[in-house]
């Protein structure tokens, strides 16, 4: 499952990426915001997308906020959860295939339409690669996440 989420600065990107996503075949739950609120909160939306996320194992999640950070940062406080706002196709692949991070986030402002869809189809048709060092490395980052270090 995919799960969309935006605040009032994403809400119309979010509307193109259902569209997008049932183009591609792919199931999605749209998390809210529902309609439209020019005073609503990126994190209340981000924050209830990564906690799906987080519970369900191989899911995904899609995030939009103004500049696609916003949500980002708010996702990655939950437990479990790897995310990042994503630049382009390129960058996208490489953060499924060696971090397998498993929400992005995309700007509603700086980032065109076309380039935001490819990303999309780029995050949902990307593969972790599984390799020992990227396992590795996670694994680090779950020792920091658990406050295991130091």
């Excluded at 990126?42 to 906020?65: N, W």
């Excluded at 390129?90 to 990303?119: C, F, H, P, R, W």
Aim: net charge negative.
């Amino acid at each position: 499952m995919i799960y969309l989420a935006s605040d009032h600065r994403g809400f119309e990107l979010k509307e193109k990426i259902k569209e997008w996503l049932k183009e591609l075949g792919y199931e999605y739950e749209d998390i809210g915001a529902l309609k439209y609120d020019k005073d609503d909160d990126y994190p209340d939306f981000a924050e209830l997308a990564a906690r799906r996320v987080a519970a369900e194992q191989g899911s995904k999640g899609i995030l939009a906020c103004g500049s696609g950070i916003g949500v980002i940062v708010a996702a990655n406080k939950v437990k479990g959860i790897i995310a990042g706002t994503m630049t382009n196709p390129e960058q996208t692949k490489a953060a499924v295939n060696d971090e397998d991070i498993n929400i992005i986030g995309l700007s509603a402002d700086y980032s065109s339409e076309d380039n935001n869809k490819q990303i999309v189809k780029t995050f949902v048709k990307s593969e972790f690669s599984g390799s020992e060092r990227h396992i590795r490395r996670l694994d680090k980052i779950k020792k920091i996440e658990e406050g295991l270090t130091q």
